[in-house]
């Protein structure tokens, strides 16, 4: 699986962002796409995942409510929604791809590369 992220950028606290995550080379069906970040001094983190085949989702306690992952079948792209940015939210996000529970435990089967989230006034 080839994963594309893309979607990154600075933008002021309060802001919004859409991160995308294109895969390509194999179906989806039957697993999971999550997101990650990593901020500068401090270890890569769990953010939101997705269950291809029912849609089922899970976030990171700190994003509930303000981010929101969706897929489209068609463009086989898992897209981030960010609403309310904070400086805290500043990262390098990552997408991948694996099994719903290997995800969960930060061990997909395959990574994208990432795309920078700056959020700063």
């Known amino acids: 699986v080839q994963l594309q992220a893309s979607g990154g950028g600075l933008v002021q606290p309060g802001g919004s962002l859409r991160l995308s995550c294109a895969a390509s080379g194999r179906t989806l069906t039957g697993y999971a796409v999550g997101w990650f970040r990593q901020a500068p001094g401090k270890e890569r983190e769990f953010v939101s995942v997705i269950n291809w085949s029912d849609r089922s989702t899970y976030y990171k306690d700190s994003v509930k409510g303000r981010f929101t992952i969706s897929r489209d079948n068609a463009k086989n792209t898992v897209y981030l929604q960010m609403h309310n940015l904070k400086v805290e939210d500043t990262a390098v996000y990552y997408c991948?791809?694996?099994?719903?529970?290997?995800?969960?435990?930060?061990?997909?089967?395959?990574w994208g590369q990432g795309t920078q989230v700056t959020v700063s006034s």
């Open positions: 991948s791809v694996g099994k719903w529970r290997a995800v969960l435990a930060r061990s997909p089967d395959y």
